[in-house]
T-cell receptor
Framework: QKEVEQNSGPLSVPEGAIASLNCTYS??????FFWYRQYSGKSPELIMF????GDKEDGRFTAQLNKASQYVSLLIRDSQPSDSATYLC???????????FGDGTTLTVKP | GAVVSQHPSWVICKSGTSVKIECRSL??????MFWYRQFPKQSLMLMAT?????????EQGVEKDKFLINHASLTLSTLTVTSAHPEDSSFYIC?????????????FGDGTRLSIL
């Protein structure tokens, strides 16, 4: 079992729909959770991070964390074709430790 | 804020050449830097983690003598691919993090595409 698991996709949604990206992790001691977006041929860019159970909203993006279920998700509202990318979930146990990345979910938003 | 600059963006060189890639944090002090490699359509692969002033910690299977990492200051880390061969051709990405504030995310540079002929 991988430490951080994501459905590889591709996940396809129509423009304007809500895209839901999911991530599960195995280390119960994980404290910090991050979502990155990576366009094809580019490096990852940070979208959001979350530390506490519940929801965190930033514009069209909402991160949801449930530590009891070891589950973190990213919702993208009003999806746009420009949101088409691979979304990486990253999890970290300690402040100074390294993050473990999932393999990513590829999202395609169709016009 | 949190800008990480990586140079060069592209390198094409002959087999046997050594190549140095620079990674700079422009507006924060990067206490920890990471170097990744990514092959087309594959996942990020962590190569090593470095802390300012300390020797880098390499992941299993990564050759220390092949991939030399120097984290000389809080704003600069370099990766040198020594005696590069075609199989070293890949997308190399650095990432930096300021650990003096709890739970900070890591920020990525734009990456260096290395092609060895």
């Amino acid at each position: 079992q991988k430490e951080v698991e994501q459905n590889s996709g591709p996940l396809s949604v129509p423009e304007g729909a809500i895209a839901s990206l999911n991530c599960t992790y195995s280390d119960r001691g994980s404290q910090s959770f991050f979502w990155y977006r990576q366009y094809s041929g580019k490096s990852p860019e940070l979208i959001m991070f979350i530390y506490s159970n519940g929801d965190k909203e930033d514009g069209r993006f909402t991160a949801q964390l449930n530590k009891a279920s070891q589950y973190v998700s990213l919702l993208i509202r009003d999806s746009q074709p420009s949101d088409s990318a691979t979304y990486l979930c990253a999890v970290r146990r300690t402040n100074a430790g390294k993050s473990t990345f999932g393999d990513g979910t590829t999202l395609t938003v169709k016009p | 804020g949190a800008v990480v600059s990586q140079h060069p963006s592209w390198v094409i060189c002959k087999s046997g050449t050594s190549v140095k890639i620079e990674c700079r944090s422009l507006d924060f002090q990067a206490t920890t830097m990471f170097w990744y490699r990514q092959f087309p359509k594959q996942s990020l692969m962590l190569m090593a983690t470095s802390n300012e002033g300390s020797k880098a910690t390499y992941e299993q299977g990564v050759e220390k003598d092949k991939f030399l990492i120097n984290h000389a200051s809080l704003t600069l880390s370099t990766l040198t691919v020594t005696s590069a061969h075609p199989e070293d051709s890949s997308f190399y990405i650095c990432s930096a993090r300021a650990d003096r504030v709890r739970g900070q995310p890591q920020h990525f540079g734009d990456g260096t595409r290395l092609s060895i002929l």
